[in-house]
Structure formats: C-alpha cells, structure tokens
C-alpha cells in the first residue's frame, strides 16, 4: 500500500484536533508534480538537471571552481522565505547567422536577462539551449570572466517549500496548544484524585497529622476503618502503572521511549490488570469520583498513545516528501552553499509524548506517596516509628535497637559513628505523623510487630524461652 494511502488511513483512526492539523501529504504530491512540468518547460529534465548539478560540484560535495557549465541549486532566504532558484553560468550567445536572425530577434524581445546594468541581455531560450549542449558534451577549460550568469526562480518549487513551512509551523503551534490543554486537564485529574484518595487526617477526628506528640508511639493505635477514602485502590493503580513502563522502559538493557506497537500493548495490558483486580469498578474504587477519574486516567493515556502515532506519522511524512522532491525533480535536498538550506523549517528538539509522560510522572503520580520512599533500609518495611541519626539517615526503631544491642556504631549508610548515640530524642515525630496518614494500615501492621518483638526479647532477657508453651500442672 503507498504511504499516501496508509497515512489517510492513520489520520482516520485519531481525534480532530490532531489529524486537521497534519502534513497535507497529497498536496505536496501534486506541488511536486508541478516542480517538474516547470522544469521540463525550461528544457531541464531530471537527468539533464541531474549531471549540470553534478558538474558544479567535486566528488566530495565541495564547491568546484568556475567551469562551463556552472549550475547550482540555492534558496534565498533573505526575505525570511524559502525561495529556491537556479544559479548558472554559460557561454555568451554567439551572433545569429543573417537567415535566423529575425527569430532570435523575437525571443530576444520577449524574455531578456536584467540580472545586473552591465550584464549582456541574453535570450533565455539560447541560454537553455546551450545549458543542455554542454551537458551532453565534454566540458573545455574557459574563463569564468566569459560567462555570462543567470539566475532562474522556480515559482512552483518556492510553493512547495511554501506549503510545507505553513504546515509544520501550524503543526508546532497545535502541538503547543495541545500541551496547555493537556496540563490543564491532568491538574482537573490530580485535583478529583487527590479528593478521592485522602488520608486519615482527612476523615479521623481524633487524629491530626500537624499535632504534636506527647506521649509513646509505642501505645498509639491507628483506626483505618470506616475511612471514606480510596487511598490504597489509587496507590494499587499508580503502582501497576508504574510497573508496566507503558511509553518508555527504565531497565539497563533497553532504557529508552518504547515502538508505538509496544506502548499500545502494554496499555491494553495496564487496563487488564486493573479490571482483573476490581480496580475498575465498584469492588475496590468506593467512590464514583474515582471511578470517573480513572476513566480520565485512562483517556489521558490513550491520547499520549494518539500523539505519539500522530508525532512519527508526520516525522515520516515529511522525510517522505522531502525523498520524493529530491527524486523526481532531481534537485538536492541541500544547496550549494548552506549546510542546513532547510533551517528556516520549523523544527522540534523535543517529543511532545515524552513530555506528556513527564507531566504525568510530576503532576499527578507524586500526589500518592509510595510506601518504597519510607521504607527501612534494613528489614525493608515501613520504619514507624523512624529514628532519624545525627547523620541524616533513618531506619525503624526496632532495627536500631538490634544493632545497640549487638554493639555496632556505624550508620549503615555513612558508616558515621552514630547509632550507640540514638535515644528517644531521634525519634522522627514529623515523619511518624506523616506515616501514620497515608500509611495507616502498614503502621499498624508494623506496630504490632514492634510490640511482639518486644515482648519476645524482654522473655528472653528473663530467661523465658518464647516459643514454650504454657503446661497448667
């Protein structure tokens, strides 16, 4: 199938705010066509153009000197414009003979060179004519002071170039609007969520997370029944998004932005897997807000899918045309004189999806603490009750406690001499609070561990062996 008719197809399948605003592939097509109808009229078929460029220029693609047939292909930008022309060099028109003269006479009259005031006005049907001579013809060493030079504007080739700036600069003004929507509709998101995913301090009353603490945390009791919140269903769904590395992968071996077809898979498998485990309805999400929300979620991520396909149609559609123009008009991608002649073509350095990726990863996942951020870096588990070392770093207290016991100093991090020195004045109350909000059910899972291990350690002490069970004589 030609591309032309798999990029319509593409264009079908996504939404209007993208596809009426793509490469209007077809009609460069047609502008092209009409590229080589105007140089055939001035006798410059593609090969004959071919081997006159070919002859301005060395085989390493440097600027010959001046030779007979001097022809190079240029745009002038000086009005801001791509406006492409050829410039050459031939040799003067020799005087008629008496029995032609009155025919060169007329076309004399009706197209003559103005280039400069002391430029020769040559006939430009001559000069063409002589153009095509010495490409068939071996060239011979003549002064460049004997040539006389002429500069032909391609109208339809400026068209060209024309309608493909206006298309790629409408295309990277929509794709800007498109992020300012985006941002604006993902802080709607992040702000239902974060209503629908709220912590204890939200819903407790007996419980602040700016309070201070006045007494044990050892003797205190979290209460996460009765919560009207969806915390732990959204927490279950980032950290399945997370995990999935649907746009781009962050392993070592192929770290990078994923194929359109991967990114599409592992989307389709990110919304089975949060069906499959009741995220999707009812079951797990209590609130209808959140239900909606993650329907949005979902949308959010369909349409970054959308951008991206959208993204690399186009990428391909202009290095397609560009392809086609150099082929069948036979003129270079690249002038003469200017390394980039395509520059005043509007360009992105940046994808639009990674960014629309970034925005989700800062915008809306963060606003869902991770319990991976306020683990212990020794058992592995949340550390409530964190004791914070005069270091900086922060392990649970039952983890301290053990190397106290066993006599060892050293931070496991640093290794500075501080842990022997750790009491209940290290004691994290800030962060203890923050835990227990967004955390209530693991501190009190690890509540009771500490508890239980405490008790266990003071029956040792006592010569009690723990694991003996109780015989009533």
């Not at 500069?151 to 929509?174: C, G, H, K, W, Y």
């Not at 819903?203 to 029944?225: E, L």
């Not at 009812?282 to 369909?302: D, T």
């Not at 290095?319 to 005043?344: E, F, G, Y």
Request: hydrophobic share 40%; net charge neutral; charged share 25%.
């Amino acid at each position: 199938m030609h591309f032309s008719k798999t990029y319509a197809q593409l264009l079908e399948g996504l939404p209007p705010e993208l596809s009426n605003n793509a490469i209007e592939y077809r009609q460069l097509k047609k502008l092209i066509n009409q590229v080589v109808t105007e140089l055939l009229a001035l006798g410059l078929g593609p090969a004959v153009l071919h081997d006159l460029l070919q002859s301005g220029t060395d085989p390493k693609g440097k600027r010959r000197e001046a030779t007979p047939t001097r022809v190079f292909y240029e745009f002038n930008s000086d009005s801001g414009h791509i406006e492409p022309r050829l410039r050459l060099w031939v040799d003067p028109p020799v005087p008629p003979s008496p029995p032609s003269r009155s025919r060169v006479e007329e076309v004399d009259s009706e197209k003559r060179d103005s280039r400069s005031d002391d430029a020769e006005h040559v006939p430009q049907v001559a000069l063409l004519w002589a153009l095509q001579r010495r490409a068939e013809t071996p060239e011979q060493p003549v002064d460049i002071a004997d040539k006389v030079e002429l500069v032909i504007p391609l109208a339809s080739d400026s068209a060209f170039f024309r309608l493909l700036s206006t298309t790629l600069q409408a295309l990277s003004d929509n794709l800007l609007a498109i992020h300012a929507q985006f941002v604006a509709t993902l802080a709607d998101l992040t702000k239902v969520v974060s209503d629908t995913a709220r912590p204890v301090s939200s819903t407790s009353i007996g419980f602040k997370a700016h309070s201070p603490f006045n007494s044990d945390a050892g003797v205190v009791r979290v209460d996460a029944s009765s919560r009207k919140s969806d915390l732990y269903s959204w927490r279950e769904i980032f950290q399945l998004y997370v995990e999935a590395e649907i746009f781009e992968s962050v392993s070592e071996r192929n770290r990078g932005a994923r194929t359109i077809e991967e990114s599409e898979t592992r989307l389709k498998q990110f919304a089975e897997r949060v069906t499959t485990r009741g995220l999707g309805d009812g079951r797990k999400l209590k609130l209808p807000q959140s239900r909606q929300a993650l329907e949005s979620f979902l949308a959010l991520n369909v349409f970054i899918l959308n951008v991206k396909k959208f993204e690399l149609a186009n990428a391909e559609a202009t290095r397609k045309i560009l392809k086609k123009h150099a082929k069948r008009t036979a003129l270079p991608v690249t002038d003469a004189s200017n390394t980039a002649p395509l520059a005043l073509l509007p360009a992105s350095n940046t994808s639009l999806p990674r960014i629309l990726v970034q925005e989700l990863g800062t915008t809306l996942l963060p606003i869902i603490p991770s319990l991976d951020d306020y683990a212990c870096l020794i058992c592995t588990s949340i550390a409530f009750k964190p004791i914070r070392l005069s270091c900086g770093h922060l392990f649970c207290v039952r983890c301290l406690v053990k190397m106290q016991k066993r006599g060892q100093d050293d931070c496991p991090m640093c290794r500075a001499p501080c842990v022997l020195l750790a009491d209940r004045s290290n004691v994290d109350w800030a962060m203890l609070n923050f835990m227990r909000d967004w955390f209530p059910e693991e501190s009190s899972v690890k509540l009771r561990q500490n508890e239980q291990e405490a008790a266990q350690e003071q029956l040792v002490e006592m010569g009690i062996d723990p694991d003996q069970k109780c015989i009533v004589m």
